[in-house]
């Protein structure tokens, strides 16, 4: 583990790097889509999204720093649902958009930012944290101790 390695919260000066780096991490995940066309657009609208969404309590964004240099990052979302009979308090968790510079992995960086985005929903009283793995990262995910799970559906609306 890198000594100069630091996780933390990201704040509004981060929102350029996260919009970045989300475009990065589909590009990653999409090679062969036309990027010259869409990463200007995606760029815009991460952009605006996280300038709506970095001070609310419904999400959570870090940003892993070697030196003060951005170098990884990922986010978490929280949905509180109707209270349950195993449980009065329903608050879940969905971790999205997690990225690392390619120059920096292979060193745990992507592990630090979940193992931070699940304190902080352990801090919140999370029971239950989900994500959606791309075929690079699920086996990191699955060591972590997240699992497939086949109850659940969903529809394109």
């Known amino acids: 583990m890198d000594d100069r390695l630091q ?6 000066g981060d929102i350029a790097t996260l919009a970045e780096f989300r475009v990065a991490m589909f590009k990653d995940m999409f090679p062969d889509e036309d990027w010259h066309a869409k990463a ?3 760029t ?10 970095i001070e609310s309590t419904d999400e959570y964004a870090c940003i892993a720093r070697i030196e003060g240099k951005s170098v990884g990052s990922g986010s978490i979302m929280f949905q509180e649902r109707a209270p349950h009979f ?7 968790g969905y971790i999205l958009s997690i990225y690392v510079l390619p120059d920096h992995r292979g060193r745990g960086i992507a592990s630090g930012i979940v193992e ?4 902080e929903a352990r801090r919140r009283g999370a029971f239950r944290v989900g994500l959606h ?4 990262g699920r086996g990191v995910y699955e060591r972590m101790g997240f699992a497939a799970k086949e109850s659940y559906l969903e529809m394109e609306l």
């Open 7 to 12: 996780y933390g919260k990201a704040l509004r």
């Open 116 to 119: 931070t985005l699940l304190a």
């Open 133 to 136: 793995a791309s075929k690079a």
């Open 40 to 42: 200007k657009d995606l």
């Open 86 to 92: 195993l449980r009065l308090r329903n608050l879940c």
């Open 44 to 53: 815009e609208a991460s952009i605006d999204y996280y300038e709506r969404r």
